[in-house]
């Protein structure tokens, strides 16, 4: 809590002052929680002062709340560009980044443990505080503004990675709240030729912690073959109309596979990394055959033009659609109950290691 406090005030977080007529105070709290390393070890003690923010109004304590937060697709394909040109990586964190975010009349209730003798005293905030609504969009405008005047450019393609610099002096920044991502080919690092890993193992125990299946016995794959079950996909989204058919809904999918591809190739572009077509695979072959034939069918029409998208990436060629067996269909690991042998042939050509198996 000392420490906690110390930073506070080196940080002139507030200044004490009496409550001006017709303002109110919101309230505060120390939050203390056990900070553990990725393997589950202990890391160190952590004692946070927090604002109530869940007493603020709308309109009167805060206008806009929204503050960007990078896609965990432009993670991915960070760190993919980082392996295969053996880029520098790493991860920062910045201590008490919330606090450098500069606020306007926010008034606190002094913390537990400091006393004045003005009863009518309070905190007059100048920075941000952990819980108050507006803090991550203070602290996100104020990191910005900084990078900016430090000669970074804000990508387009995802708000939160700056880059700075071209060839070997190139730099890549992606922003995720308070935890920063380095990457850049002007440092040297040690890296095994066969790319990186990455260990999400506290990660998968937690999840299985809170879903209760910590003390399960293990099985060979998630679902039991030759079991009927509703399709379950990475990233599920209503559709605004219901398919007609198979085809067509693979269809529906190639036109939103296609639309990420695009956003892709700006992504692609802010890294410096040059692009110029890419290999789609699709295991029903009517839906290749609507994506390749210009011609609209009777069976066709009635599907909305933007998903002919399809077409038009096809041919200018940014999208070359092949066909894949569904033998060989990577992604059905994750959709469709598969035999054993079938199962661990997927993920070991997703790359998918245990890194704790029995060697």
């Known amino acids: 809590m000392d420490e906690e406090i110390m930073a506070l005030q080196r940080n002139n977080t507030w200044e004490i002052v009496s409550l001006p007529l017709g303002k109110q105070a919101i309230g505060c709290k120390w939050v ?28 009167i304590d805060y206008l806009n709340t929204f503050s960007h937060v990078a896609k965990i697709t432009t993670i991915r394909t960070l760190l993919i560009v980082a392996a ?27 913390p537990p443990g400091i006393k004045s003798s003005i009863p009518n005293d309070v905190c007059k905030l100048t920075k941000s505080l952990y ?35 071209e060839g070997t002096s190139f730099i890549a920044l992606l922003i995720y709240v308070d935890d920063v991502v380095l990457a850049s080919p002007r440092f040297e690092v040690a890296r095994s030729p066969k790319g990186i890993n990455f260990c999400q193992r506290k990660y998968t125990l937690d999840l299985l912690k809170d879903s209760r299946f910590l003390e399960s016995k293990p099985v060979s794959t998630p679902i039991l073959p030759h079991k009927k079950l509703i399709l379950a996909q990475q ?103 598969l035999p054993t042998s079938t199962f661990f042939s997927s993920i070991s050509k997703l790359g998918l290691q245990n890194l704790y198996a029995p060697t």
Not at 143 to 153: D, E, K, N, P
């Open 32 to 59: 203390y929680k056990t900070k553990l390393k990725s393997y589950g070890s202990l890391e160190r003690y952590k004692a946070r002062l927090v604002a109530k923010g869940y007493t603020q109004q709308p309109g």
């Open 84 to 110: 295969a040109n053996k880029w520098f990586l790493e991860q920062l964190d910045v201590n008490n980044g919330y606090l450098h975010g500069f606020l306007k009349e926010v008034y606190m209730l002094l």
């Open 131 to 165: 819980d108050l609504k507006q803090a991550s969009r203070q602290w996100n405008e104020r990191l910005t503004s900084a990078l900016v005047q430090q000669g970074f450019q804000q990508a387009k393609s995802d708000a939160s990675l700056f880059t700075k610099g």
């Open 235 to 337: 990233k599920s989204k209503k559709q605004q109309t219901i398919s007609r058919s198979s085809t067509e809904a693979e269809y529906r999918a190639l036109a939103s596979v296609t639309c990420e591809l695009q956003w892709l190739t700006y992504l692609l572009t802010d890294l410096h990394i040059s692009f110029s077509s890419a290999n789609l695979y699709c295991d029903n072959l009517s839906a290749i055959k609507i994506a390749e034939n210009p011609v609209f069918h009777e069976r066709t029409k009635h599907i909305e033009i933007d998903c002919h998208i399809v077409r038009e990436k096809i041919q200018k060629g940014m999208v070359l659609l092949l066909p894949v067996s569904s033998h060989n269909q990577l992604a059905d690991c994750f959709t469709k109950a």
